[in-house]
């Protein structure tokens, strides 16, 4: 079969033909009286393999390897294939994402869109300072789509960049549906991450979404949205926040948000009466005790008062001196 013959039916054109030949991939069998290349039946059967290598993203080089060596071994190639192409799949990703929040900052030139992109690739940055600045800059200077904002402050590990991301987020009022996926993200520190976000965001669909965070199987999740809630005056959070005093997890700030939350004198009671159970139940210890004692003290009522007054006779003397002095500070008011 002549060249063009093999070219029509096979798609290869008859160019890549005389270039397989000169790389000695496929030389035909023969030729004829003429000069003209022809290709017998096991040529064009290796035109299509040499095809079909090709579709899976191989080198001629390879491809003429993996014809011709007894050697070779096909497992190493396709791992190779393989990695390649999840980091060609990662760049394309990467780069998709990057053009979608470029037209969601809907830009009305050129340098709009050179602003946006610098602006992208410096949240991106390896410097920290770069990072921060960038965050800060794009409330004021560069208008950031609220998508990057988020993605950037869920992988974000130093303290002082991710403030100023959250604060950027908090002042775009955005980015709320993509947060509460972060809520569901696989990395603990992602789920952080996004539920610290959404407590910086003033609003009822913020603190509906920390609501639902009070349920939520990441301990770590429920306590930081307890502190946010109690900062809120919202009640809900009062049983998170007497466990991490008994827990001593950041108990200091929990028994901030209780005495907040007890300036509202119908929740005042409620919260000294979860004190006060806890602090008559055997199994919590003698430091948790202490602890619940000292919450009693910005806890305003005659319930918190009866229960220090209780407690300024308690068997363990650390409780009683506690309650006994801040009975005292109570009775000076």
């Given at each position: 079969?002549?060249?063009?013959?093999?070219?029509?039916?096979?798609?290869?054109?008859?160019?890549?033909?005389?270039?397989?030949?000169?790389?000695?991939?496929?030389?035909?069998?023969?030729?004829?009286?003429?000069?003209?290349?022809?290709?017998?039946?096991?040529?064009?059967?290796?035109?299509?393999?040499?095809?079909?290598?090709?579709?899976?993203?191989?080198?001629?080089?390879?491809?003429?390897?993996?014809?011709?060596?007894?050697?070779?071994?096909?497992?190493?190639?396709?791992?190779?294939?393989?990695?390649?192409?999840?980091?060609?799949?990662?760049?394309?990703?990467?780069?998709?994402?990057?053009?979608?929040?470029?037209?969601?900052?809907?830009?009305?030139?050129?340098?709009?869109?050179?602003?946006?992109?610098?602006?992208?690739?410096?949240?991106?940055?390896?410097?920290?300072?770069?990072?921060?600045?960038?965050?800060?800059?794009?409330?004021?200077?560069?208008?950031?789509?609220?998508?990057?904002?988020?993605?950037?402050?869920?992988?974000?590990?130093?303290?002082n960049v991710a403030g100023a991301l959250r604060w950027a987020l908090?002042?775009?009022?955005?980015?709320?549906?993509?947060?509460?996926?972060?809520?569901?993200?696989?990395?603990?520190?992602?789920?952080?991450?996004?539920?610290?976000?959404?407590?910086?965001?003033?609003?009822?669909?913020?603190?509906?979404?920390?609501?639902?965070?009070?349920?939520?199987?990441?301990?770590?999740?429920?306590?930081?949205?307890?502190?946010?809630?109690?900062?809120?005056?919202?009640?809900?959070?009062?049983?998170?926040?007497?466990?991490?005093?008994?827990?001593?997890?950041?108990?200091?700030?929990?028994?901030?948000?209780?005495?907040?939350?007890?300036?509202?004198?119908?929740?005042?009671d409620q919260i000294a009466g979860g004190l006060v159970g806890c602090?008559?139940?055997?199994?919590?210890?003698?430091?948790?005790?202490?602890?619940?004692?000292?919450?009693?003290?910005?806890?305003?009522?005659?319930?918190?008062?009866?229960?220090?007054?209780?407690?300024?006779?308690?068997?363990?003397?650390?409780?009683?001196?506690?309650?006994?002095?801040?009975?005292?500070?109570?009775?000076?008011?």
């Amino acid at each position: 079969m002549l060249i063009g013959e093999v070219a029509r039916r096979s798609g290869v054109s008859a160019r890549m033909l005389r270039h397989y030949d000169s790389l000695g991939l496929v030389r035909p069998t023969g030729r004829t009286d003429a000069g003209y290349r022809e290709y017998s039946t096991d040529d064009i059967r290796r035109i299509f393999h040499i095809e079909s290598l090709r579709s899976l993203g191989l080198s001629l080089r390879e491809v003429g390897r993996a014809l011709d060596d007894p050697g070779f071994t096909p497992s190493a190639l396709v791992d190779d294939l393989i990695r390649k192409t999840r980091e060609r799949i990662a760049a394309e990703t990467e780069l998709l994402g990057r053009l979608r929040r470029i037209g969601a900052a809907e830009p009305a030139g050129w340098e709009d869109v050179l602003q946006t992109v610098a602006l992208l690739q410096a949240l991106g940055s390896k410097s920290a300072g770069t990072r921060q600045r960038a965050a800060l800059s794009s409330v004021e200077e560069v208008p950031v789509p609220v998508e990057a904002l988020v993605e950037a402050a869920l992988r974000e590990t130093d303290p002082n960049v991710a403030g100023a991301l959250r604060w950027a987020l908090a002042q775009s009022g955005g980015g709320l549906a993509l947060l509460a996926e972060g809520l569901g993200a696989p990395a603990a520190e992602v789920r952080e991450r996004a539920v610290q976000c959404i407590a910086e965001i003033p609003g009822g669909e913020a603190t509906a979404l920390l609501r639902d965070a009070l349920g939520h199987p990441d301990l770590v999740v429920r306590r930081c949205a307890a502190l946010a809630l109690g900062a809120r005056g919202v009640a809900d959070a009062v049983p998170t926040l007497i466990d991490m005093i008994v827990e001593e997890a950041n108990d200091v700030d929990a028994a901030d948000a209780l005495s907040a939350l007890a300036s509202r004198p119908a929740l005042a009671d409620q919260i000294a009466g979860g004190l006060v159970g806890c602090l008559a139940d055997g199994t919590v210890d003698a430091s948790a005790r202490r602890r619940l004692t000292q919450a009693l003290a910005d806890i305003p009522g005659s319930t918190a008062s009866r229960a220090l007054a209780d407690l300024s006779h308690d068997d363990d003397r650390a409780v009683a001196l506690t309650a006994a002095y801040i009975l005292g500070i109570r009775a000076a008011r």
